[in-house]
């Protein structure tokens, strides 16, 4: 009998190993499976929801941005408070975020405050980031930007050092300052409202009093005029745009549109009458947003009280 258990030990050994080292492989599949995924997730994020290329990439004399260049820096914005060029915000170590950590990077998007090392060491981002909406990104879809920003290839190009005339001043965007659950995201409409603050609708569409969007009188109510003199990056073609009236309302909003007509504006770019919608309106990349996420932002749309 103990012949036999000796007999059986080299095989029981052999068996035991086998089975660690199928785990072990199992744990690196799932591992480079998640990875994989959260990789996934932030591309759809940052290349679509989000719209980061929408400022961040520079375009051609055709306003097609250039892919080989994306998110390198694109657009310049001079205002009675700043004078900025979005910066590069590919991987390369000297003129994007390379060599900033993960937590620099996240703390860059939510709180718009730039690392303690390298170039602008410590100062804040330009009001034209919306940090406030970003503020409103789950934990998970923040580790997904993050993973995705890793991923795209780095391209050199330094972009002019911003100037600030007046202090940063941001407001806080009631949404985000309460934040959101990924149970709350089961919920099509609050799913919808978390997608809106992603691509920072409200960043154009609420109404302005002195400069400042007025998110208790003004909620999609739109109004906001984008000016040549102000933007620059479009198209010399292009003339500008005011930010429309995305309210309830039957005649002055989109009360009386179909979902099909929203859906359109928001994807397509085109109005109910089938003129184009102008920049900054970031449909190029709310077009690769699912069709299960235009759903739930018309959703969304259908609860914003009516303002004329």
């Known amino acids: 009998m103990n012949l036999k258990l000796k007999g059986r030990q080299p095989r029981a050994a052999w068996l035991a190993f086998a089975g660690m080292a199928l785990a072990s492989t199992l744990t690196t599949f799932e591992a480079a499976a998640a990875e994989t995924g959260s990789v996934e997730r932030g591309r759809y994020l940052v290349e679509g929801v989000m719209a980061c290329g929408n400022c961040h990439s520079p375009r051609d004399a055709d306003g097609n941005v250039v892919a080989a260049r994306n998110l390198s820096g694109g657009l310049a914005f001079d205002t009675p408070a700043f004078a900025v060029t979005t910066p590069n915000i590919t991987p390369d170590p000297e003129t994007g975020i390379g060599t900033w950590s993960d937590d620099e990077i996240k703390r860059a998007i939510v709180e718009g405050v730039r690392p303690d090392h390298g170039y602008l060491p410590g100062t804040q981002l330009a009001a034209i980031m ?12 923040l580790d997904a930007v993050v993973a995705y920003l890793r991923s795209v290839p780095p391209v050199r190009n330094k972009v002019p050092e911003p100037v600030y005339k007046l202090p940063v001043m941001r407001e806080p965007y009631p949404d985000a300052e309460r934040g959101y659950t990924d149970v709350d995201l089961g919920n099509p409409v609050t799913r919808g409202a978390y997608l809106a603050t992603l691509g920072h609708c409200m960043e154009c569409h609420a109404t302005r009093v002195k400069g400042v969007p007025d998110y208790s009188h003004g909620f999609g109510r739109g109004g906001f ?23 309830s309302h039957p005649a002055a909003g989109i009360g009386a549109w179909s979902d099909t007509e929203i859906r359109r504006a928001i994807k397509d770019g085109y109005k109910r009458d089938g003129r184009r919608i102008q ?3 970031a449909w190029e990349w709310y077009g690769r947003i699912s069709e299960e996420d235009v759903a739930a932002l018309v959703a969304w749309l259908r609860t914003i009280p009516p303002l004329e």
């Not at 005029?225 to 309210?247: C, D, H, R």
């Open 279 to 281: 920049a900054p309106m």
């Open 225 to 247: 005029e984008f000016l040549p003199i102000m933007v620059k990056g479009y198209p010399a073609s292009w003339q500008g745009s005011v930010a429309a009236n995305i309210t």
């Open 130 to 141: 919306p940090v406030n909406f970003y503020k409103a990104l789950t934990p998970s879809d």
